[in-house]
């Protein structure tokens, strides 16, 4: 039989019994429109949460001063002179020393502390951090000159402290790991960049900054830097950026193997891949339901091999070759598990947007994802419609004839 032919006995053959053809898509329209939803639910989601975080971490590097061989003294530590040079390259948008300490902060109504991290930062606060100021304003030159005992807060501390936002010019106490308490002037209030985490994992984190200065005097109580946080204008001249910084402290503190570039634990990562390696553990969940629906269509083949069989005795004796009759059976199988994928995937997509604007974000399709479904749907009828389309294949005519 030539070739056309058997495809249009085949689709001749899925149209003779359309509700059952329907029936055993249906396994493969929801394996595939499952899949499709949690991987366009979940990169949407992803990126709603951590995208901007994740994006400035990939403009910030830190470099630090450590070494495990040998005893540092202090001239091989970063200082202000290193800090002047690094603004003045040409990419590089914001530089701070990098230094974070355990505080306790008051809440309102509660006698508790609330303990969190307070970090160092500079000039550049907004290059560096990547939010928006709300209100007030950011520090001076002066004010880190003189190591002023002013602070920045979130947005969400600010209205579990005062229950609003605006509250420049306010005071707030910081204690110490050690119990020292410090009084701070609030000069500005930012929004709070991990708002999104803290809404899906529950957990509040307060971010508040003072100026590196301050935090050196009150916290360090040193004037040595050991670690610096820079920005940069674009991500693609990270790498070259940070090799002329270290070629540059290497040469200005005549000290080498001891400046490197550090790794990013930064939350927003860490919270990255847990949502990764969970859209990943739903994606293989949904695609159980496609192996349940390839059962579906090799027992449905069955039975329609079996319905047949007279059918087959008839072509055969007419001069069908084995292969025109396992050709035949697999089309119709990767017809219907192929069929389902499309629609699968038409269904999967609508829903990931009705989702997508119920819960707020904006889906995201991965093209190859659509290619890969559409592979796994054909797989999937040439996996399970192999077995009963070589069962038809090799009955015999003659007591296919007989079959009643």
Sequence with gaps: MKFWDIIKLAFKSLGGNKARSILTMLGIIIGISSVIIISTVGKGSQESITGNLVELSNRTVTISVQSDDEVLSKKD???????????????????TPNMSTRVGMKILNSKKLKFTRMSATGLEFQNLEG?????????TEEEIQKSSKVILIDDVYAMRRFERIDVAGETITIESRKGEKNEFMVIGVYENPMKALMGSFGNEMYLPYIPYTAFQKYYEDS?????????FENINSKEDVSEEVIKYLEGSHNHSGIYEVGVDFSPASSFNEILKTLSLLLTSVGAISLLVGGIGVMNIMLVSVTERIREIGIRKALGAQKNDIMFQFIV??????????????????VI????????????????????????VSCGIGILFGTYPAKKASELNPIDALRHE
């Design 77 to 95: 530590y970063i200082d202000l002179k290193d800090l002047e040079y690094i603004e003045n390259i040409e990419e590089v948008t914001g530089v």
């Design 131 to 139: 939010t928006d100021l709300l209100y007030g304003r950011n520090f």
């Design 223 to 231: 004037e040595v830097i050991s670690a610096i946080k820079i920005s």
């Design 332 to 349: 119709e199988a990767v017809s219907l598990t192929l069929l389902g994928g499309i629609i699968g995937l038409l269904l999967g997509i």
């Design 352 to 375: 990931s947007e009705i989702i997508g604007m119920v819960i707020g974000i904006e889906p995201i399709l991965d093209y190859n994802m659509i290619i890969i479904s559409l592979i």
